[in-house]
């Protein structure tokens, strides 16, 4: 029996990272084995793709190609064979952060990524995404509170952040099967109970 593939998404500040901690602990209390990993990364080359599209300025085609090629790796090396002997994969991030921010936030051409996503992945895709929906300005406040991450928002500014909001949302509106929005401007409690409730005729 194949694993669950399970994706997080959702723009920078929306507590992605504090729910993840809590499903994982959620799925473990279950008996659930997971593989938590992340996008780019996730492979020793997809890690050092990743290092390179953090510290390097480079074209909007070339960074689109690495996040392919990483994601093509770490599909073909990891995320596939794990869900083949049964485990579960939870992934920070995956091709839906690219269709938000680089063809939402950016202006990347959408049909070069659809391209790319035939070509990589062919059909494959999560069984569930969950997508943290939250006002830019409120997760701005929140990474502001946070030493360290307050410049990424003043260096792309909110109005970047909102289109990369309206693409995942478009996303979503797509294959409401796949999704599910989770209003993340609340107490996080109740975020982890609608991600619970999601997840349960699984168990």
Do not use: C
């Amino acid at each position: 029996m194949l694993g669950r593939f399970i994706t997080i998404e959702g723009i920078d500040g929306a507590g992605k990272s504090t729910q993840t901690e809590s499903l994982l602990k959620h799925l473990a209390d279950q008996g659930v084995s997971v593989l938590h990993t992340r996008e780019p990364g996730g492979t020793p080359l997809a890690e050092k793709i990743r290092a390179m599209l953090l510290a390097d300025d480079m074209a909007p085609d070339a960074e689109t190609l690495l996040f392919f090629a990483a994601r093509a790796d770490h599909v073909q090396r990891v995320i596939r064979p794990t869900l083949e002997s049964g485990r579960w994969v939870l992934s920070d991030r995956f091709t839906d952060a690219t269709y938000a921010y680089q063809v939402g936030g950016k202006g990347f051409p959408g049909e070069k990524v659809e391209a790319l996503e035939k070509w990589t992945l062919g059909g494959f895709a999560p069984d569930l995404t969950l997508l943290f929906d939250i006002a830019p300005a409120v997760a701005a406040a929140r990474l502001r509170a946070r030493a360290g991450d307050q410049d990424r928002f003043e260096r792309m500014g909110e109005a970047f952040f909102t289109r990369v909001r309206e693409a995942y949302l478009a996303r979503a509106a797509a294959a409401p099967e796949r999704f599910l929005i989770i209003n993340a401007d609340r107490p996080a409690k109740d975020v982890s109970a609608d991600i619970f409730a999601r997840i349960s005729s699984w168990l």
